[in-house]
């Protein structure tokens, strides 16, 4: 089984071939991130201008770099929720033609579902059950993976995502956008203990997150350093930030992993890149005998395999859409 998978859900143009369902025949990737770093962080439409100049192109060198041709694929799986809503309309609206043309079926694919199947194009004896960390720019989640296709949310963010959180961070510091990686970087030479940031709880679901307080801290910190003319240690401040974001989110998936009894925790999405997030929650996840999985590096950031990977589990389970699929900004995996 061939599966084409196509991603535009930010700034990532994003095509690949995918063979039954874990093998990556080809993945093009062309990023907007130059574009984009002028402004500071991702401008919408400039982004669904570049989408739409790109996928073609891109979709074309993912078929000849597999060296296929459409004739050969079983169908196209696109990313339709969420994100931004220009951009995903245009990956959409792309998939939809094609598949159409081609007399193919259309599989549609959730964002962060996607992000969760980089586990399977990294592990090959990776199987569901278990529970996933997603943390991205613009989500942080903890999911129940009840099958392939089925997922239960038990622990959301109630404001910023940690990819939000470390990129604005980055951006009081100076860094570039997207300053994540920037934080990881720094943080390298950093002493983590240098800054005592708040570790924020939030009332009610014991398994939600916050990271807006965190992040404000960080901006005023700066800010008033700044006033008074004092030059902080960025390397630290980089240190303390990883460790603190890496803390809250290893506390709350190993929490998670224990009330709901699952022994096998995975991690997903952009922020999987960070390297203090991997070796806290794969250190916790040794300390409590759970088996760990987390994405091979290239695969943290947006691309569209893991959109051909989750949708070959898609299309597996009957999941596919008519000409009546359309892009959803916002939409939970409660609901698909
Ligand atoms: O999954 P992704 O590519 O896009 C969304 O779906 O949002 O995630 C992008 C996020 C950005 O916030 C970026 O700064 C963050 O992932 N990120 C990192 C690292 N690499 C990417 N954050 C911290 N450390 C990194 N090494
Ligand atoms: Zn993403």
Redesign the pocket.
């Known amino acids: 089984m061939l599966i084409l998978g196509i991603e535009s ?2 700034d ?1 143009t994003a095509a690949s071939i995918v063979g039954d369902c874990r093998t990556i025949k080809s993945s093009v990737i062309s990023t907007q991130i130059e574009e984009h770093k002028k402004y500071g962080g991702v401008v919408p439409e400039i982004a669904s201008r570049r989408h739409c100049e790109n996928i073609l192109g891109v979709t074309r060198k993912a078929l000849d770099d597999a060296g296929v041709t459409l004739a050969d694929i079983d169908a196209v799986a696109v990313t339709y929720a969420p ?1 931004l809503i220009g951009a995903l309309l245009v990956g959409v609206s792309f998939a939809k033609s094609l598949a159409m043309s081609a007399g193919k079926p259309l599989v549609p694919v959730h ?1 962060i579902a996607g ?1 969760i199947a980089t586990n399977y194009l990294t592990h090959p004896q990776l199987e569901p059950p278990y529970l996933c960390l997603v ?5 942080s989640h903890i999911i129940e993976v009840l099958s392939y296709t089925r997922f239960r949310v038990v622990g959301r963010t109630r404001d910023d ?4 959180c ?2 604005k961070c ?1 951006r009081a510091m100076g860094f570039p956008y ?4 920037h ?2 970087q720094a943080a390298q030479t950093g002493d983590p203990t240098a800054f005592r940031l708040p570790k924020p709880t939030v009332a009610g679901n014991e398994f939600d997150l916050s990271f807006s307080g965190l992040k404000t801290s960080v901006i005023n910190l700066i800010h008033n350093s700044q006033q008074k003319g004092i030059k902080l240690n960025y390397n630290d401040l980089s240190a303390s930030i ?1 460790s603190t974001i890496s803390e809250v989110l290893t506390d709350r998936t190993i929490r998670a992993a224990e009330a709901l009894g699952y022994r096998k925790v995975a991690l997903a ?3 999987s ?5 991997r070796a806290a929650l794969s250190a916790a996840c040794a300390d409590k005998g759970f088996e760990f999985y987390m994405p091979e590096k290239s695969l ?3 691309n569209g395999a893991m959109i051909a990977c989750q949708g070959s589990y898609n299309f597996l389970a009957g999941i596919t859409a008519d000409e009546s699929l359309n892009a959803i900004a916002t939409l939970s995996m409660d609901e698909i």
């Open positions: 859900s930010c990532e994100g964002h992000h943390a991205s720019g613009g989500h995502a940690a990819g939000e470390f990129d980055a997207p300053g994540g990686v934080v990881d990883q999405g952009g922020v890149a960070n390297s203090g997030v943290c950031g947006d």
